[in-house]
């Protein structure tokens, strides 16, 4: 039985199952292509990439590898520090490797252009970025997105891996939260 989800958090559902479904299948066959006689390490950024990184990983041959790490430059707050914290580190040598950084979501840009610089000091063959959402009004530092799926409004968006205080990740859709439900009552 398919869960029902009660709407009434939300403004709107700004990308559909289906156009996550759909979008995944056309990034898969471009990484596939590109990719084709190399072996490719996904990177998945922590917590929010969970979702886009298996579901794009089921769609790739079976010898890519997984690894995760989390990075965070937001301490506490909404907004970003500018500090980039490593709070899990990956646990393979990336000499000589083909790496390909999965997000959820591209917001400031701030925290992943840390990252690139960081992955490619440590010797790999390539890096590049697959991105399930970016929004463009928000991104501060210009990233080089090989890989997108959607560009969206710069509004607070939940669902497929994105949260608000740990709630809403499940989702299988991305949703525009309810100001009241994140802001000051």
């Not at 899990?88 to 990252?115: F, M, N, P, Q, Y």
């Amino acid at each position: 039985m398919e869960p029902q989800y009660d709407m009434d958090d939300f403004t709107k559902v700004i990308v559909t199952e289906n156009e996550i479904r759909r979008k995944l299948d056309e990034i898969a066959a471009k990484v596939r292509d590109d990719y084709e006689g190399k072996e490719l390490l996904l990177v998945g950024v922590l917590k929010g990439a969970v979702m886009v990184m298996a579901d794009l990983a089921r769609r790739l041959p079976p010898r890519v590898q997984m690894d995760w790490m989390a990075v965070s430059s937001y301490g506490s707050g909404t907004k970003s520090s500018g500090v980039v914290r490593i709070l899990k580190d990956l646990d393979a040598d990336l000499t000589g490797r083909h790496v390909l950084i999965v997000e959820d979501i591209i917001d400031s840009g701030i925290t992943l252009h840390w990252l690139l610089g960081n992955l490619r000091s440590r010797g790999a063959a390539s890096v590049e970025v697959a991105a399930l959402l970016r929004k463009p009004d928000a991104v501060q530092v210009d990233i080089p997105v090989q890989y997108l799926g959607f560009d969206i409004p710069n509004e607070f968006v939940v669902g497929y891996g994105l949260d608000y205080a740990e709630h809403y990740r499940t989702l299988p859709f991305v949703a525009i939260l309810k100001p009241e439900v994140y802001g000051d009552n």
